[in-house]
């Protein structure tokens, strides 16, 4: 299913292309508020809350699946943004927080 197999290469490639989209995403997420699972708690919702709001949207993790277009068990879950089931949310939480770690 994935391209890629492990949370922290997924993670890599999610923060890759945050780095190319919005270079500023590590200081627009809090780690306390974290949450993979929650569309405005996730990096998603977090780093694209503005654009998301001012574009009528509750959350940008909803933005990004409907004007983007993305397959929520495709590509957002190869780049990290999305699990498909609790043990890969942990995982993933522990990989973001990890990469938001190592940037400071």
Same mark, same amino acid.
């Given at each position: +299913?994935? *391209?890629m197999? /492990?949370?922290? %290469?997924? *993670? =890599?490639?999610? =923060?890759?292309?945050?780095?190319?989209?919005?270079?500023?995403?590590?200081?627009? $997420?809090?780690?306390? /508020?974290?949450?993979?699972?929650?569309?405005?708690?996730?990096?998603l &919702?977090? *780093?694209?809350? %503005?654009?998301?709001?001012?574009? &009528?949207?509750?959350?940008?993790? /909803? +933005?990004?699946?409907?004007?983007?277009?993305?397959?929520? #068990?495709?590509? *957002?879950?190869?780049?990290?943004?999305?699990g $498909?089931?609790?043990?890969?949310? $942990?995982? #993933?939480?522990?990989?973001?927080? =990890?990469?938001?770690?190592?940037? &400071?």
């Open positions: +299913m994935f *391209v197999e /492990t949370a922290e %290469e997924r *993670v =890599a490639a999610g =923060a890759e292309w945050l780095d190319a989209a919005k270079p500023e995403w590590p200081t627009l $997420v809090n780690r306390e /508020t974290l949450d993979l699972a929650s569309c405005g708690n996730c990096i &919702g977090q *780093v694209f809350a %503005e654009e998301a709001e001012a574009q &009528g949207y509750g959350d940008g993790y /909803t +933005m990004h699946l409907d004007i983007i277009g993305w397959d929520h #068990l495709g590509i *957002v879950a190869d780049r990290g943004f999305a $498909v089931n609790p043990e890969d949310y $942990v995982l #993933l939480h522990t990989a973001w927080l =990890a990469e938001l770690n190592r940037r &400071g």
